[in-house]
């Protein structure tokens, strides 16, 4: 069974960078769809970035383009998201999950398998 565990997350300022880590276990990952959603308080999860179980196809939100970056490493059997010129609005707990069916099309689609969870706040 897999298991996935984030760390990363922290206190940043306006317009820093953090690095997130999920590393599974139990299963390679190499194959499978992965993402990272995140879920403000008082707000609804939302999709950052997923990328399909090929490769082929990576999806970001409109919201983290061009500031975010979704990454493997194999080896290590890690899904990295890397954070940069971070905002307040980028505050709130981010989830790793990975599929090995998920459709990754406009949205991230349905994942099965779920971290815990990082706490990532952006202030002054």
């Known amino acids: 069974q897999l298991q996935l565990v984030e760390s990363g997350g922290g206190l940043v300022q306006p317009g820093g960078s953090l690095r997130l880590s999920c590393v599974g276990s139990?299963?390679?990952?190499?194959?499978?769809?992965v993402a990272w959603f995140r879920q403000a308080p008082g707000k609804e999860r939302e999709d950052v970035v997923c990328i399909s179980a090929s490769n082929m196809r990576t999806q970001y939100a409109d919201s983290v383009k061009g500031r975010f970056t979704i990454s493997r490493d194999n080896a290590k059997n890690t899904i990295y998201l890397q954070m940069n010129s971070l905002k307040p609005e980028d505050t709130a707990v981010y989830y790793c999950?990975?599929?090995?069916?998920?459709?990754?099309?406009?949205?991230?689609?349905?994942?099965?398998?779920w971290g815990q969870g990082t706490q990532v706040t952006v202030s002054s």
């Open positions: 139990g299963v390679t990952l190499d194959y499978w769809a």
């Open positions: 999950a990975a599929d090995p069916w998920a459709v990754v099309g406009d949205t991230c689609g349905d994942f099965a398998s």
